[in-house]
């Protein structure tokens, strides 16, 4: 027989688990930001399409980050509640 307000019952086991739920690799390398030299409107004209895809390649990578947010929101609001 067991004292009053004592439980004889085992502690309850916690796990611990460690997810990594971290974006691809290539949605966090840094933005190409290098400048060229412009010396004329030649060289601006060359200039201008280097810069657009540079632009461009930041804006796929902040969309990526974006939907890999969306996404691991969604694995998480899952985990926390299983069906």
């Not at 067991?2 to 611990?16: D, L, M, W």
């Not at 933005?31 to 010396?39: P, Q």
């Not at 796929?60 to 890999?68: F, S, T």
């Amino acid at each position: 027989m067991g004292c009053a307000g004592h439980s004889t019952r085992p502690n309850p086991q916690i796990e611990y688990r460690y997810l990594a739920d971290l974006p691809d690799a290539n949605l966090v390398a840094p933005c190409d930001t290098r400048d060229a030299a412009v010396r004329d409107n030649g060289d601006l004209a060359q200039e201008l399409p280097r810069v657009r895809r540079q632009r461009n390649d930041c804006a796929a990578q902040v969309d990526g980050l974006r939907r890999w947010r969306g996404e691991a929101a969604q694995r998480a609001e899952k985990a926390s509640n299983p069906d």
